[in-house]
């Protein structure tokens, strides 16, 4: 008898997700989701549904004037399902009818949230859920103090909540047509929206690391220090240029600037006059992106700071090592192929986007292929305008950034049956 072959994790995954935007568009392009008497191509709406799902922000439409409030809400729903990983779903739907989570649907959600294999499943989806609820429920109040003075009370709630979700998931979706543009100045809805951002960039992980550093007096992982004190550093040194690239911005705009460009996709600052500078180092903090198990994309904030101190200490022939502890090998060498594999498929997609859409100058379409990849939402103003084979590309560019080109690869591999070695030989290198 033959063994039934299973899916591995890797391309359940991919499905998963590739089966939720699919629902997502053909729900998005009936005409209950879009305003009287608007089009939405299909196409365009599985360009936004990838994008929410992605838990992106770019948009070839302008949402608040193409979807109905039952359509915004339906992208709501996609952009928390995507924020949280579709597994996520699938397990809390299988615990609240009562049926045992089996350990492939446990392991499956372990992988999406980027968990090691020995955290109980049950425990890890309640921690995500729970730190979800209380930081998007909390951010929707203090926008609501805000929003209540310029729209009705159950528009204010309705705005206040989608903004929140949003935020925290860095998909970066607006009901403005602006994004923050008009609430630029306000202390409140700025930091509020930055806060969020920076929340749901830090990972689930490293929110069950701290619980465990204050209830059980454990030592904070070099995982959790990382994160934190790199997050720290790229928003303040990321606040200071953008203060020096853009003379007229505010500093306040200037660390919004610096936090949104983490995955995020809100601006209160107009992304079409950025100088070359500021262009090139939204880019930059762009593709670093957040971190690992978090609602945002990018290489990752971990990756970026074991490249970087590989680096320098290869050059002095030791280990690399942080916080007292040693970095594994193991690590150094996934950072550098993430970064690496990573500049390859935007390198590639770039090249193809100018084939599709050569009216556009390079940096514009750089900005756009790092935004989509990173998932960060962030436009110069050119994806409306973009091919149908150029939205194409930005739709894969979304899907990678989400999914992971990593598990994309582990999907597919076969487990090598060779044990065999070959000599070792030396290359020059330089």
């Avoid at 951002?197 to 904070?220: A, E, N, R, T, V």
């Avoid at 970087?308 to 550098?336: H, P, W």
């Avoid at 379409?365 to 989509?372: G, K, L, P, Q, W």
Wanted: aromatic letters at 10%; hydrophobic letters at 50%; charged letters at 15%.
């Amino acid at each position: 008898m033959k063994s039934r072959r299973r899916l591995r994790p890797g391309l359940k995954l991919a499905l998963g997700f590739m089966l939720i935007i699919t629902v997502g568009a053909v729900i998005l392009y009936s005409p209950l989701s879009r305003q009287s008497g608007v089009e939405l191509s299909f196409l365009d709406a599985f360009f936004v549904s990838t994008s929410a799902v992605c838990v992106t922000g770019l948009t070839p439409v302008d949402i608040s004037k193409t979807l109905s409030d039952f359509g915004s809400f339906v992208m709501m729903l996609l952009i928390q399902i995507g924020g949280l990983g579709y597994a996520s779903l699938a397990v809390l739907i299988i615990s609240l009818t009562g049926n045992r989570v089996n350990k492939a649907s446990a392991n499956l959600l372990r992988d999406s949230l980027g968990a090691d294999q020995k955290i109980d499943a049950r425990q890890l989806l309640k921690l995500a859920i729970s730190v979800t609820a209380i930081i998007e429920l909390s951010g929707a109040f203090l926008l609501f103090l805000e929003f209540r003075k310029h729209f009705s009370i159950p528009r204010a709630m309705y705005y206040s909540l989608f903004h929140s979700v949003s935020a925290f998931n860095n998909a970066g979706f607006d009901l403005f047509s602006d994004s923050m543009m008009k609430w630029n100045e306000n202390a409140l809805v700025i930091i509020t929206i930055a806060s969020l951002i920076i929340f749901g960039g830090l990972g689930f992980l490293l929110y069950g690391d701290l619980l465990d550093h204050i209830k059980k007096k454990k030592k904070l992982s070099l995982h959790t220090k990382i994160v934190l004190s790199t997050t720290a550093f790229l928003i303040i040194v990321g606040t200071i240029l953008f203060k020096i690239c853009l003379k007229d911005i505010s500093l306040l705009n200037a660390f919004f600037q610096s936090v949104t460009t983490r995955t995020a996709g809100y601006f209160s600052y107009d992304q079409s006059t950025l100088t070359q500078a500021g262009v090139l180092l939204t880019i930059v903090l762009m593709f670093i992106g957040a971190s690992p198990g978090s609602t945002g994309g990018g290489v990752k904030t971990t990756s970026f700071f074991t490249a970087v101190k590989a680096s320098f200490y290869l050059l002095l022939g030791r280990n690399a090592t942080a916080f007292k502890r040693e970095i594994s090998q193991d690590s150094v060498m996934k950072a550098f192929f993430a970064i690496i594999l990573s500049v390859l498929i935007i390198a590639f997609a770039v090249f193809l986007l100018t084939l599709t859409d050569p009216a556009f100058p390079l940096d514009m379409i750089v900005y756009e292929a790092v935004s989509a990849y990173a998932t960060v939402g962030l436009t110069m103003g050119i994806t409306p305008d973009v091919s149908s084979l150029g939205k194409i590309i930005l739709i894969v560019l979304m899907f990678l950034g989400r999914v992971g080109f990593m598990t994309i690869i582990t999907a597919f591999a076969k487990k090598s049956i060779n044990s065999a070695r070959y000599l070792e030989e030396k290359v020059i290198i330089g």
